[in-house]
């Protein structure tokens, strides 16, 4: 059983997982390189340098760059011999490759959180070839006594399963937008009044079930051949960034926000996603 949780990296998701742990009364640390810097929840314990005694799961969240989490792993590994389970937070970086430079590869895998991370209840948890059974039966036990749900992604594949659905509708979207066929607007209401309640109350497949395989089928037969299916990036959207509009950091993206109180906007959002979660765990209670 997972007792002991180690997160590494104090950015933005190293805490907010951390946080997830804490709260499930674990004993969680927290490394940084800047501890000062570090906005800790309460029952987390925050360190410059790894602790003496090995954690029982490592989950590491810090920069996208293959080298820096390699040489994070090698330190693990040289530290704590074969002891904890080791994963990764990546959403983009090889995970095969990962786990075939680590010694011990068996006890590999990756948990993928996802934004806002101290609010959703279900991570990705990706095995490798090697992972064991045993430590992916034991991870998942941990992340429900957190709360989260794992979607098991049984081999890692680019984008995983999550990112895979959301650009595949992304790319139609952006592609839509391109075509001047709708706004971005009239496509988020689009997904905020019929998508999004309709696939939080049914999921995607069991809603086709309900409606009838049959309907789906026929559609599939008409839709899929008239959908976009190109392999680049979308220029809508590739040509945007190139003009340094990069959404709400910088005060434009496909909407204007420099006269919005983005952090106060963001907020709000986030209370309205609790509600909507809290209602949805209240439906699968009854």
Request: charged content about 20%; aromatic content about 4%; cysteine-free.
């Amino acid at each position: 059983m997972i007792q002991t949780v180690l997160v590494v990296g104090g950015g933005v998701m190293g805490p907010e997982i951390a946080a997830g742990f804490a709260d499930a009364d674990f004993p969680t640390t927290l490394l940084s390189r800047t501890p000062s810097k570090v906005r800790a929840a309460p029952g987390v314990q925050v360190v410059e340098a790894l602790p003496p005694t090995a954690p029982d799961l490592v989950i590491e969240a810090i920069p996208e760059q293959m080298d820096l989490k390699m040489e994070l792993f090698a330190r693990l590994e040289a530290a704590y011999g074969e002891g904890p389970v080791l994963a990764t937070n990546t959403s983009a970086l090889p995970l095969q490759e990962m786990a075939d430079r680590l010694s011990a590869p068996h006890r590999f895998l990756g948990i993928h959180y996802f934004q806002p991370a101290h609010l959703l209840p279900m991570v990705e948890v990706t095995l490798v070839a090697q992972t064991s059974a045993d430590v992916l039966e034991r991870t998942r036990e941990a992340l429900l006594r957190t709360g989260r749900r794992s979607a098991v992604v049984r081999r890692p594949l680019t984008g995983f399963l999550i990112n895979r659905l959301q650009h595949a509708i992304l790319h139609e979207a952006f592609h839509l937008i391109e075509q001047g066929i709708a706004t971005a607007e009239e496509i988020d209401e689009a997904a905020k009044w019929v998508l999004g309640p309709r696939m939080s109350v049914t999921g995607l497949i069991e809603q086709k079930d309900i409606s009838g395989l049959d309907i789906a089928a026929s559609s599939q037969r008409n839709i899929v051949p008239a959908l976009h299916h190109g392999d680049t990036p979308s220029p809508v959207l590739q040509d945007i960034v190139k003009q340094g509009d990069l959404g709400l950091k910088t005060g434009r993206g496909f909407y204007d926000w420099s006269q919005r109180d983005a952090q106060a906007y963001v907020r709000k959002k986030q209370q309205t996603l609790t509600r909507v979660l809290n209602l949805l765990k209240q439906e699968e209670e009854q």
